[in-house]
């Protein structure tokens, strides 16, 4: 779902003068969400109580208790969905001794790395860019199967994802266990080579991309922010709308630099757009 409908957004940019940068860029900060909105757009998830409940009956009170005191009052921020609670509680019971982790980017490194460090120690080093690449391109063509016949990927680089519960089969086929795995797995590969691809002017960016590119944006320079959202603002005008919005209500150190110019530049895109 977009951060606002479509015809709502056009008919507010189609109303601003363009020839005034004031008055263009004082009503185009009308159109950024303040945080109750953003979390109004974001799927379903767990509240604190569900998430409580959860804890409760797969651990029992005492500790559910201890990790919901660890966490603190926002662990519906992040722990919000049922498989990011079970990956939580596995990296809890193997590292009792570690804090639980207090991002999404945090509870994936986290939770892959034994994979990943397994990999590098039974000298298979061509594995994690074999599993990178592969979610990188299902989000790209849509595939929602991990295996596929025309890419074979190793069995025991298959196996070792379904142990850890990255991988679920279903049908005959081998999925990721939710869209947030594997938009974390493409943004592993995207990382390192976001200017070759985005460059390419055959790519497409859809709403597949959107929370893929939440994970790059965090792992980058402000200024490579920026680049990225200026070269999505090229394939996607939505998407880099949206992104910015979220970038702004919830990492606005980030753009604080350039927010006022990146709003213009939304706004003279979407007008083309329309």
């Known amino acids: 779902m977009k951060l606002m409908k479509v015809r709502d957004r056009k008919s507010a940019l189609l109303s601003i003068n363009t020839r005034t940068p004031t008055t263009f860029a004082s009503a185009l900060s009308a159109l950024t969400p303040n945080s109750r909105a953003l979390r109004a757009f974001r799927p379903a998830s767990l509240s604190e109580g569900k998430i409580k409940e959860f804890l409760q009956k ?9 990790i ?13 969905i049922p498989h990011d609670l079970e990956f939580a509680i596995e990296f809890k019971e193997t590292n009792p001794g570690l804090p639980i982790p207090r991002s999404k980017m945090e509870l994936y490194e986290a939770t892959l790395a034994p994979v990943l460090n397994g990999w590098v120690k039974e000298g298979r080093t061509d594995y994690p860019a074999l599993l990178f690449h592969r979610a ?13 016949l025309d890419v074979r990927l190793p069995d025991d680089l ?117």
């Open 158 to 274: 298959r196996d070792g994802l379904v142990e850890k519960k990255f991988l679920i089969a279903r049908s005959m086929h081998f999925l990721f266990r939710h869209d947030l795995v594997r938009s974390f797995m493409a943004s592993k590969y995207f990382s390192s080579r976001w200017r070759g691809l985005l460059s390419d002017e055959e790519l497409k960016i859809d709403d597949n991309w959107r929370t893929m590119l939440q994970f790059v944006l965090l792992n980058l320079s402000h200024d490579e922010v920026r680049d990225v959202l200026s070269r999505t603002l090229i394939k996607n005008v939505w998407i880099a709308g949206e992104l910015f919005s979220w970038l702004e209500v919830t990492h606005s150190s980030i753009c604080s630099g350039w927010t006022t110019d990146f709003k213009i530049k939304i706004a003279e895109a979407m007008l083309i757009d329309t």
């Open 58 to 66: 797969r651990l029992g009170e005492e500790q559910a208790q201890a």
């Open 68 to 80: 919901l005191k660890e966490f603190g009052e926002n662990i519906a921020e992040v722990y919000n």
């Open 136 to 148: 990188y391109v299902m989000l790209c063509t849509g595939d929602a199967y991990f295996d596929n």
